[in-house]
């Protein structure tokens, strides 16, 4: 492992870690946006549900949360790959490989798998960030901030919006990393995108057990990572959290 000799690929006649390599490149494509769009739009829904609690806009924004995380992502692919592209013809139905990664043409293909994932994620943190803030949004210090005059934009982005990133946080990571695992391998093959999910099923398929082992390896290293983060990230967000005795 240390070696990076992660032995033969027998289905694709190639080194284990030049296939993961090569499929890494196509995965992080979509994977990038996706993160940061869920991480934006993810808590921002939440708070924004929870201001206007009860409203008709609380009732819309948790419509489309919920409509993403209860819809199966390989499903609603198929649906808007149909729509749009056999339909309405606006993007290839095909995936292409040979256009340039910042093109417009490649922003257009990685549309609708990024618009999927992006709505298969954020159910679940909007409802800890609206459960979460709703409860922050009525004490003491929100009403100690609003006394003083403290514009509501400003009140919900300091007084708000870091405490309840810290329980969020640890929704983020789990929901990521399944998406990861097993939503991108889906939305891979729905799309025909030759990347790590795909390379995975094929390998699999195959009995590659080599190539299943690397791809496996990869996944593993990427929820430590992201624990990690995580862990570093509560100390960010709420000073009162450190590891300094430990």
């Known amino acids: 492992m240390y070696t990076l000799d992660w032995g033969w690929s027998s289905s694709r006649s190639q080194p284990v870690l030049e296939a993961v390599v090569g499929a890494l490149y196509y995965t992080a494509q979509y994977s990038i946006p996706w993160t940061v769009l869920t991480v934006i739009l993810g808590p921002l829904v939440g708070v924004y549900s929870a201001a206007n609690m009860y409203s008709w806009r609380d009732h819309?924004?948790?419509?489309?949360?919920?409509?993403?995380?209860?819809?199966?992502?390989?499903?609603?692919?198929?649906?808007?790959?149909?729509?749009?592209?056999?339909?309405?013809?606006?993007?290839p139905v095909v995936y292409n490989t040979d256009v340039a990664v910042f093109s417009v043409e490649n922003a257009v293909q990685l549309t609708i798998p990024v618009f999927v994932l992006v709505t298969g994620s954020i159910g679940a943190l909007m409802r800890v960030s609206r459960n979460e803030s709703a409860e922050f949004q009525n004490s003491d210090f929100m009403k100690t901030a609003k006394a003083k005059g403290v514009s509501p934009l400003r009140a919900y982005a300091y007084h708000v919006m870091r405490p309840?990133?810290?329980?969020?946080?640890?929704?983020?990571?789990?929901q990521l990393l399944a998406l990861f695992l097993g939503s991108s391998l889906l939305v891979e093959v729905v799309f025909g995108i030759?990347?790590?999910?795909?390379?995975t099923f094929e390998a699999l398929l195959s009995q590659d057990t080599n190539l299943v082992l690397g791809t496996t390896l990869f996944f593993t290293f990427v929820a430590v990572v992201g624990n990690l983060i995580e862990d570093l990230v509560f100390t960010v967000l709420d000073p009162r959290i450190s590891y300094d005795d430990r």
């Open 60 to 91: 819309a924004a948790t419509g489309f949360a919920f409509f993403g995380y209860a819809i199966p992502n390989f499903f609603f692919g198929i649906i808007l790959l149909l729509v749009f592209g056999v339909w309405l013809e606006v993007i």
């Open 164 to 174: 309840t990133l810290v329980p969020v946080s640890t929704t983020l990571v789990g």
């Open 194 to 199: 030759p990347g790590l999910g795909r390379l």
